[in-house]
């Protein structure tokens, strides 16, 4: 295949290029004449082809270059139902008026992939207007959001991302599938929006600050760092007790219910 332009380090271009790979992941989207999909970053529309081929309804193709989103636009004239569109997808997450229940696929540059989940697990409005996200991290990444407890892999990213999302491994990907080659090894997850979630809060920055705050010294007990949210001494000895927690354990050794939970605490005393 002939490249336009060398990737773009600063926008962490890493494009897949095998077939099979991208064959594999169309068909997990399910894809039929009734969905809408929208991608993120479509490169050379390489993905983006092999969803036009499943006939769905619309395709949104979101890429932030300028000249590859001009490269698409003439790719992709005579595909009456794609619309290419030029802008920074974390732009568009929070908007009000995109389309309900679409897939999501994305290929997800490197540098703001966790940035990208964040925002689309943190949206005021739940349920959200995506059905299903089908997306491609960095192995190391993916290692964060899948981990258990008591690993060091364990993070503020798991929390967050098991917080509202069922999600599932679905396979890793070979670096010698991509172009330029990256030095790792990728992974493809997808993630379904949580039909019964027991732990609903006002407002999703409320749980980005517990995590933010207790993984701060992800190495020391948490003793210190409790202190920060809950300051007066009646009000933290009354959660500690209520909640069974253990101030002298390291912030990878609580549960993410745990997290959720002080977090539900937090919000209720911030009101």
């Known amino acids: 295949m002939k490249f336009l332009q060398k990737a773009k380090k600063s926008l962490g271009q890493n494009f897949l290029v095998d077939k099979n790979i991208i064959n594999k992941i169309i068909e997990i989207g399910n894809i039929n004449n009734n969905k809408t999909v929208m991608e993120i970053g479509s490169g050379?529309?390489?993905?983006?082809?092999?969803?036009?081929?499943?006939?769905?309804?619309?395709?949104?193709?979101?890429?932030?270059?300028?000249?590859?989103?001009?490269?698409?636009?003439?790719?992709?004239?005579?595909?009456?139902?794609?619309?290419?569109?030029?802008?920074?997808?974390?732009?568009?997450?929070?908007?009000?008026?995109?389309?309900?229940?679409?897939?999501?696929?994305?290929?997800?540059?490197?540098?703001?992939?966790?940035?990208?989940?964040?925002?689309?697990?943190m949206l005021k409005d739940w349920p959200p207007w995506y059905d299903v996200l089908i997306l491609m991290f960095q192995k190391e990444v993916a290692d964060r959001i899948l981990a258990k407890k008591q690993t060091k892999e364990f993070s503020r990213l798991t929390v967050?991302?098991?917080?509202?999302?069922?999600?599932?491994?679905?396979?890793?990907?070979?670096?010698?599938?991509?172009?330029?080659?990256?030095?790792?090894?990728?992974t493809l997850l997808s993630f379904k929006p949580k039909?019964?979630?027991?732990?609903?809060?006002?407002?999703?920055?409320?749980?980005?600050?517990?995590?933010?705050?207790?993984?701060?010294?992800?190495?020391?007990?948490?003793?210190?760092?409790?202190?920060?949210?809950?300051e007066k001494k009646e009000t933290k000895e009354s959660i500690v007790k209520n909640l069974n927690i253990d101030l002298n354990k390291r912030p990878e050794e609580l549960s993410n219910e745990m997290f959720y939970k002080i977090a539900l605490q937090y919000e209720r005393l911030s009101d």
């Open 195 to 230: 039909k019964n979630n027991l732990f609903n809060l006002k407002n999703p920055k409320n749980l980005e600050k517990v995590t933010r705050v207790l993984f701060s010294n992800r190495r020391k007990m948490i003793n210190k760092n409790f202190k920060k949210l809950f």
């Open 160 to 186: 967050l991302s098991n917080w509202r999302l069922e999600i599932k491994k679905h396979f890793d990907v070979s670096k010698n599938c991509f172009f330029p080659k990256p030095k790792i090894n990728s």
């Open 44 to 121: 050379y529309g390489n993905l983006t082809e092999a969803i036009s081929c499943k006939e769905p309804k619309k395709i949104f193709a979101v890429e932030k270059d300028k000249k590859l989103a001009s490269f698409l636009k003439k790719k992709f004239k005579n595909y009456k139902n794609l619309k290419i569109i030029n802008r920074d997808i974390l732009n568009i997450i929070e908007e009000k008026n995109l389309e309900q229940n679409m897939v999501v696929f994305g290929n997800l540059p490197y540098n703001v992939s966790t940035r990208i989940l964040a925002s689309l697990i």
